[in-house]
C-alpha cells in the first residue's frame, strides 16, 4: 500500500517538507491540496501488524475521485515529465 500525506502549501513553497500538525512525520507542500479537505471519501483498511502484533483497522480518509483527478492534471502540467503519467 502507498500512502501519500497532502498538505496543502498555502503561502510555503511547493514541494518543501513541512511537518505535519500533532505528529512525527511531514510531508511535501502541495498547491491545492487543500480540496482534499471538502473532497474525501472515508475508507477502511485492515491490515496485519509487524512481529505478530494482531490486526488493526482504522478509517482514514482518501482523496476522492474528482479531488485525485484534478490534483493529478495539475502535477503533470507543473512537471511535464513522462514518468508522472505512468501512474494514473
Do not use: N, W
Not at 472515508?42 to 491490515?47: A, L
Not at 501488524?49 to 502535477?75: H, M, Q, W, Y
Request: aromatic fraction near 6%; include cysteine.
Amino acid at each position: 500500500m502507498l500512502v501519500e500525506f497532502l498538505r496543502d502549501a498555502g503561502t510555503v513553497q511547493p514541494g518543501r517538507l513541512v511537518t505535519v500538525d500533532a505528529e512525527r512525520i511531514s510531508a511535501p507542500t502541495i498547491r491545492y491540496a487543500g480540496l482534499v479537505h471538502d473532497g474525501f471519501q472515508e475508507c477502511t483498511v485492515t491490515g496485519e501488524l509487524l512481529d505478530a502484533g494482531g490486526v488493526s483497522t482504522e478509517v482514514v480518509r482518501c482523496a476522492d475521485v474528482p479531488a485525485f483527478i484534478i490534483l493529478k492534471a495539475l502535477t503533470l502540467d507543473d512537471r511535464h515529465e513522462s514518468e508522472d503519467a505512468a501512474y494514473t
